[in-house]
């Protein structure tokens, strides 16, 4: 698969550790290190100021740039402005120097480097002892999280210890939105106010272009007033001190931060620094010890509900860990206007966009541990629904056009062969609709926001689609479907069918409500002037939907003409030329069978009922030993389909990347962020992979298996507002209710009542 391990991090169960500074993998731990908790992100850079390579990436949910694409030929629907999550403030700023001497990583010389995180309490930790060239030793640790109570919190300590010396030691301790954004090589900052009010210094920055407001606020401790000297730049605010220690006795500072985001354009300065400044004396005068204990109960729940433990095998437990972690980091459904970045909030690669992914990678996830983030996910969708429909419009479509990329609900996507041929984001978001409802039944969504948003990207659908000439049928023409190394196909599989489900299930809901919800019909169907005629065309189009399939074969087609595409052993490339997009020309990725990421494998994964296992067994082998997985979020993908077709090495193999893909840096581009998506792909691929879970049918059911290696593991699933346990081990499935209503499930073609009693059957 091209794909090789970076294994540097210590293994630990709880913690990831770098033991000795690595300076080669500086930015992979810059983007492995990151901490965020869904308004802000901050990669684990040097608070103190490093001279090596670098991002001091730090983000705020929603805070973007925008600007022109320059195109020297722009058609009608070719996408004209980009947005991008723009870098921010680095508000752990920090600079140390001991007889004029600055400490900075890459040129000091320090001994007994560690970086920890440690996920049960979401907290960073880095220490050194620093060898100065006047013969002074010290050892310096730095903490910090970001709160996952008080989203606007961030909290640093720096502790000092000098081992043979008492002396003076110069700090400077600041916010600084002087930073580049690194891709576009510039700052894209002004700050017109800055200033002091009692003992919170702050700086309010505002973006050149997009004209949001950022006001960053801070409160140090554990210095004397009088030794404090408060200085500004133009877009930094801070103090400098000299602080005298004592040999062997341990000295700290903690810096309490506030960053406030205005979205709203319209407010002022002075509005949004009087907004900020509310919140900065609130939240600042906090204890950094209090602030870190609600901090550890906030995860003590977490790890509560929806750890994952895996017995026997120390390297996934970890990444598991991490996956789970970084999920929560990114996103736990505090507010419906923010979604999760493929890069999470770790980098600028993708430029913070959300895809796809989140409806058909990301949200199981949080269907099963924290439905209000599902619906928040949704509820996304719904809030830029105008936007959709703005999309649609510039395609020469109706109703609503999802963005492949977007940030604010605007396509943002400058490829156009992606931005108005990829319909996976509509019918993903129809999907999620779908899927939401069959395992939460929140109706009062569906017949509301739900519904009107599956009219509008049935609109779309069949807008879009097309009749066929030869085959009388209905299907779409001229489109990528998530194989993204065939565009300009027509009848794509994935896009069809999806289109199809899409169109059925709008049709089903309506009826569904002419039963359950007439009111509510009824003022969908004024507020959008729906009528008959458009249902009756919409299941005219599901009905005669093209579906590409060799009866001889069983193999379904993955769009017209694939079968004669010229074959190329993906083995034979050597592994240096992956990725493939930056050592191929463009069109080459093209002219062949390779398949970047599963497409006809994606719909058997999705609606995986549907099929038999003799179906999903020859497609598989038809299509996997084409596919290069160039997608980080492929392989577990692969794994899921491997495990039900009990192949079971492949299956672990496949695994191997998931939970693992950003700690060893599988893809060769940790250090642009970490794979966000993708790691939401790594609880799939246990709990649907191993654990054999199945969502789309009638009823929940599980076919577990567990890999030679592993002596157990196991995992929580709320369900219907009913928290399960599930283990598997080697010889039993063991399953039983932790709280809730009493609900069934279907493991191993069996129905089971999860009553007062656990269920414990043999595994097969
Ligand atoms: C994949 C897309 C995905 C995007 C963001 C691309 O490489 O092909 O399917 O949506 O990355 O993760």
């Avoid at 060239?133 to 709160?147: A, Q």
């Avoid at 598991?320 to 206007?337: A, N, V």
């Avoid at 489109?479 to 300009?488: A, C, I, R, S, T």
């Avoid at 992956?578 to 093209?590: A, E, T, V």
Wanted: with cysteine; proline share 2%.
């Amino acid at each position: 698969m091209g794909k090789i391990a970076d294994k540097y991090i210590k293994i630990d169960k709880w913690k990831i550790i770098e033991d000795g500074f690595n300076a080669y993998n500086g930015m992979v731990s810059e983007s492995i290190f990151s901490l965020g908790n869904e308004y802000m992100g901050v990669r684990g850079y040097f608070d103190e100021g490093y001279s090596g390579e670098k991002l001091i990436g730090s983000y705020l949910n929603g805070i973007i740039e925008k600007d022109e694409i320059k195109l020297s030929n722009s058609y009608k629907g070719m996408v004209k402005n980009k947005t991008y999550m723009v870098n921010t403030v680095d508000w752990l700023y920090t600079r140390i120097s001991i007889d004029g001497e600055e400490l900075d990583l890459s040129r000091s010389n320090i001994r007994e480097f560690k970086r920890i995180l440690d996920m049960k309490q979401g907290i960073l930790t880095r220490e050194f002892i620093w060898d100065t060239s006047k013969g002074k030793s010290i050892k310096i640790t730095f903490e910090r999280f970001v709160s996952m109570v008080e989203s606007k919190l961030g909290c640093q300590k720096i502790v000092f210890e000098p081992l043979n010396f008492s002396g003076n030691i110069e700090v400077e301790s600041g916010l600084d939105f002087s930073r580049w954004h690194q891709a576009e090589k510039k700052n894209l900052w002004a700050c017109p106010k800055k200033g002091k009010e009692k003992n919170i210094i702050a700086i309010l920055g505002e973006t050149l272009k997009s004209k949001q407001k950022v006001l960053s606020a801070f409160e140090l401790k554990g210095v004397p007033e009088e030794i404090v000297r408060y200085f500004m730049e133009e877009k930094f605010v801070g103090v400098k001190f000299s602080l005298f220690l004592d040999k062997s006795k341990k000295r700290r500072l903690e810096k309490i931060v506030v960053n406030y985001a205005e979205k709203n354009i319209s407010k002022t300065i002075e509005e949004v620094w009087k907004d900020g400044m509310a919140v900065a004396k609130k939240l600042c005068s906090i204890e950094y010890e209090k602030a870190f204990g609600q901090q550890r109960d906030y995860w003590e729940s977490v790890w509560k509900s929806s750890d994952i433990v895996i017995e026997g095998d120390e390297e996934n437990q970890q990444g598991i860990r991490y996956c789970i972690f970084q999920l929560y980091q990114t996103y736990h459904g505090e507010d419906s206007r923010f979604n999760i970045g493929a890069k999470g909030l770790t980098g600028e690669a993708y430029s913070g966009n959300t895809f796809w992914d989140t409806e058909t990678y990301c949200l199981p996830f949080y269907i099963f541990n924290n439905p209000r983030a599902a619906k928040n996910l949704i509820e996304f969708r719904y809030k830029t629904l105008p936007e959709a429909r703005k999309r649609a419009a510039e395609l020469d479509c109706e109703g609503a056009f999802y963005p492949i990329a977007t940030n604010d609900g605007s396509e943002t996507c400058g490829l156009w062969q992606h931005a108005s041929l990829q319909l996976q984001a509509s019918t993903g978001v129809a999907y999620a609709i779908w899927h939401y409802d069959k395992l939460i039944e929140d109706k009062k969504f569906l017949y509301t926001k739900g519904i009107e948003m599956l009219i509008e990207i049935s609109r779309m659908l069949a807008s879009r689609g097309q009749w066929g000439q030869k085959n009388n049928k209905f299907g779409y023409f001229a489109v990528m479907g998530p194989d993204e190394f065939q565009m300009m196909v027509n009848n794509n599989f994935y896009t069809n069918i999806m289109g199809k489900k899409t169109l059925a299930y709008t049709l089903e809901v309506l009826i569904e409500m002419t039963l359950k919800a007439p009111q509510q019909l009824n003022e969908i169907e004024k507020k959008l002037k729906l009528c008959s005629q458009e249902l009756e065309d919409w299941k005219l189009k599901e009905e005669n939907m093209y579906i590409p399939y060799d009866e001889k074969t069983g193999i379904y087609e993955q769009h017209d003409g694939y079968f004669d595409l010229p074959h190329i052993n993906i083995h034979s490339i050597p592994v240096e030329q992956f990725p493939l997009y930056h050592s191929w020309s463009y069109d080459r990725i093209y002219r062949n069978d390779m398949i970047k990421q599963p497409d006809v494998l994606m719909y058997m994964f999705l609606h995986n009922q549907e099929f038999s296992f003799e179906t999903k067994k020859i497609n598989y082998e038809y299509y996997e030993p084409r596919t290069i997985h160039e997608s980080s979020l492929s392989p577990s993908i692969h794994s899921i389909l491997a495990s039900e077709l009990k192949k079971y090495g492949e299956a672990f193999e496949f695994f191997k990347f998931a939970t693992r893909m950003d700690l060893d840096n599988y893809n060769r581009n940790t250090n642009e962020g970490l794979h966000t998506t993708s790691i939401a792909a790594a609880w799939m691929n246990i709990v649907y992979g191993f654990g054999g879970m199945r969502s789309d049918g009638k009823i929940l059911a599980f076919k577990p298996s567990i890999p030679d290696t592993w002596k157990s593991y196991s995992f929580n699933l709320l369900y219907k507002g009913t928290l399960l346990h599930f283990k598997i081990d080697n010889k039993f499935v063991t399953v039983y209710r932790i709280n809730g209503p009493v609900v069934k499930v279907n493991i191993y073609d069996e129905d089971y009542l999860l009553d007062s009693n656990e269920v414990k059957i043999a595994l097969q």
